[in-house]
């Protein structure tokens, strides 16, 4: 009759009323279902597939001038083309823009012609004389 090994500590550890279980000793991070180490067995032959086609065509005597990685390729897509799952324009973005783009030119704007007009209001009152060499105004 063959002995099976003890249990881990794992195994024998177990929450109590003060305590809960740990993330580390979750069932669901070390007992895997057969189909999920299956999928991460199939994962694990294309990564290393694509890694020895990589290393045969760097270091191939003859190689191409670029050597594609299909990876960087994708990775230069999501960067510079699919830009829009980052940035949706809706009527909130679209009134922030307005906002920022051109709430601080109407502000001038206002803060200038208000200021002009109490110096012609002044001038005109004749609380203020106007300077002879003014440039601006």
Known sequence: MAWAPPPSAAKLYGPNRFVSLPAELDPATYDTSPEKRR???ERLAIRSRLKRQYLLQLNNP????????PALIRWAYAKSQNVYPTFRPTPRTSFLGAVYGLGPFLFWIFVLKADRDRKEKRIQEGKLKRSPFSVFF
């Not at 003859?62 to 990685?69: L, N």
Request: charged share 25%; hydrophobic share 45%; net charge negative.
């Open 39 to 41: 999928a991460e067995t």
């Open 62 to 69: 003859s190689a191409p001038a670029v050597i594609e990685d």
